[in-house]
């Protein structure tokens, strides 16, 4: 018996086929956009003016999308996990809903509210003379709107796994729910805050209809990355591939990042 | 300043009053499931109260429906079964965690926790991760952690049970040691006989959530008034009335003993006074018996009979039995321990 391997029959081919051509047809679209990469000028179009300032606010707008998301994301996590609240599944659902929102809905819901004739955007206008669509506070907006759930899931999911009972531990000695939140509970979910963090801003960074929607295509002010991919396909279609494939190198960059968390086993 | 407390939950239908003196440890003796971890969380805020009360001294902590005091107002210390230590802190902070939170400037913070860890002999893990030591040590750390605000009340939940054998004798040795600095009150909850005799001033046996029997560690031990108890301590029980000499049993028989007494008693006596043999013997206190179970130890082997009573017996008295046949079991007056049942 030793050394004979198991045979449990060949994969059937009613499988196989489907299957390769599933692996394929999820590859090859990535591969053709690699070939076609004019790798050569890759540099020097990186850097010219559309670009770059598509990049550039992108990067702005996503990261100061995260930095809401965090802000806000991080204790309505902690409440949705900790807090006896009544109603906290339907609360959770609520919260899970820009998750499966086609984007556009949300820009739509965004500018019906936050818009000048909006019922929020109304007082925002008249109090503090702000007004947020079509502008870069609105791109952050959008963003953090469809990425914030990532977020909240994913902290939320660290704290349901974190022990509770060490929290009890800090209540013994003597520290209060926000110091035992700061010092003990926080630090102990760290690593799902930082995977939650990572794909809110990769999230942020890919948003596009829900920021076409609300905030328009000003370019310097509102064209994010996305945005411009899609209108460069007219105009100039090499710069398309090149911010597209910017895009590509940040996703594989996130995914390796997450890679314990998301691609193991 | 005493602890004067009476716990009472409808979960674990837990009824439990619990007085504790200054510097004395009452261990609360119990099989698993008996409340005893409820009662602690209980004392420490962790769990309020349905019924009862807890005041230390004058302070009122809890006494449903109207006083609260939440946890991190008390003035407590607890050791959990598992430590529960902070894993991302270094051992120093772990120590120095409750002194901050109580508003204790960092670098007094830091001189006191590392004073802690010389108590417990682990001055020199100060700046290692909890991850780092072993379970012994990890225990010390956390006995430090719970020491270092000096509090009222030290709460210890089964404090030993994490360890392996040899590592928790000399844990043992050293807890009851610093037990006996401690000036506050304890309680200490486990399911161990040993750790509770070692350790407790005065034992609080309960089982279902109810109290069956108080007292010092060897009172208990050398009269124990339950089968769990007896069990507990290796003793066989049974239950009586006396009248003189006489013992009635509950179940008929009649007994004889060396000790006069009357009324309800326990007459406990160790496995190893019952003789058995294939015919009734000579003499008082014999019984027909049936074998439930054989076990064997070291150098001996344990019987199991019916009325939940054991045996033990030599290899050379076992060789003469037939333990499928009819039994007799009898038992010397002298061996017999004759004491009032509560």
């Known amino acids: 018996m030793n050394g004979r391997r198991v045979s449990r029959g060949r994969l059937p081919a009613v499988l196989v086929l489907p299957a390769l051509v599933g692996l394929a047809f999820l590859v090859l679209p990535l591969v053709g956009l690699l070939l076609r990469t004019p790798w050569a000028e890759l540099p020097t179009r990186l850097f010219s003016t559309g670009v770059g300032e598509a990049l ?56 019906l509210v936050l818009g000048r004739r909006g019922p929020v955007g109304e007082l925002l206008d008249s109090w503090f003379g702000v007004s947020l669509p079509f502008t870069t506070a609105g791109v952050v907006v959008a963003e953090a709107f469809v990425a914030m759930p990532f ?46 963090t990572v794909l809110c801003w990769a999230r942020a960074l890919g948003e596009f209809g829900a920021t076409i929607t609300f905030a328009g295509n000003f370019p310097g002010e509102t064209t994010t990355m996305p945005l411009a991919v899609y209108l460069a396909l007219e105009s100039d279609p090499q710069a398309a591939i090149v911010l597209s494939v910017v895009l590509l190198a940040v996703s594989v960059a996130v995914l390796a990042s997450l890679r314990d968390r998301w691609v193991g086993g | 300043m005493s602890l004067d407390a009476l716990l009472q939950m409808d979960r674990a239908c837990l009824d439990l009053p619990l007085t504790v003196e200054p510097g004395e440890v009452v261990v609360v003796l119990g099989p698993n499931g008996a409340g005893k971890t409820t009662a602690l969380r209980a004392l420490a805020g962790l ?94 750390v956390a006995l430090a952690r719970a020491l270092a605000t000096e509090p009222e009340l030290l709460l210890l939940d089964e404090p030993l049970a994490a360890l392996d054998a040899a590592t928790r004798l000399r844990v043992r040795a050293e807890l009851a040691r610093h037990l006996r600095d401690f000036p506050g ?28 029997q108080t007292g010092a560690p060897r009172d208990v031990a050398q009269h124990p008034g339950t089968d769990y108890i007896a069990h507990l301590v290796g003793l066989n029980l049974v239950r009586g009335k006396a009248n003189g000499t006489i013992v009635t049993l509950d179940n008929g028989d009649t007994w004889m003993t060396t000790t006069a007494a009357s009324g309800a008693i326990n007459v406990a006596f160790a496995p190893t006074a019952i003789r058995l043999s294939h015919t009734r013997t000579q003499g008082p206190n014999a019984w027909q018996v049936t074998v439930t179970g054989v076990e064997q130890h070291a150098h001996t082997t344990r019987v199991h009979l019916d009325r939940s009573l054991s045996a033990d017996l030599s290899p050379t008295a076992l060789a003469d039995l037939d333990l499928d046949g009819p039994l007799w079991a009898s038992v010397d007056p002298a061996d017999l321990r004759v004491y009032k049942s509560r």
């Open chain 1, 151 to 196: 977020l909240v899931i994913s902290v939320e999911g660290a704290l349901r796994a974190a022990d509770p009972r060490i929290e009890e531990a800090a209540a013994t000695l003597g520290a209060s729910r926000w110091l035992t939140f700061r010092r003990v509970t926080l630090p102990s979910v760290m690593p799902g805050v930082v995977a939650g």
């Open chain 2, 47 to 140: 769990l309020p109260l349905q019924g009862g009360h807890i005041r230390l001294g004058n302070h009122v902590w809890d006494a449903p429906p109207k006083e609260f005091v939440p946890p991190q107002q008390r003035p407590v210390g607890m050791v959990f079964q598992d430590y529960l230590l902070f894993q991302h802190m270094s051992v120093l902070e772990n120590v120095a965690f409750g002194l901050r939170a109580r508003g204790i400037p960092r670098h007094t913070a830091r001189s006191r926790a590392l004073t802690w860890l010389e108590t417990v002999g682990l001055a020199d893990r100060a700046r290692e991760r909890p991850s780092a030591l072993s379970g012994g040590q990890a225990q010390r």
């Open chain 1, 56 to 111: 550039q606010l992108s990067l702005l707008c996503a990261s100061l999308a995260t930095v809401v998301c965090v802000v806000l994301g991080v204790p309505l996590a902690w409440v949705l996990a900790r807090g006896e609240l009544p109603g906290r599944r339907l609360i959770r659902a609520l919260v899970t809903v820009p998750l499966v929102l086609p984007p556009v809905v949300g820009g739509v819901a965004l500018l």
């Open chain 2, 185 to 212: 009150c304890t309680v200490l909850v486990t399911h161990d006989p040993v750790d509770a005799m070692a350790l407790g001033d005065r034992l609080v046996v309960i089982e279902d959530g109810q109290v069956t």
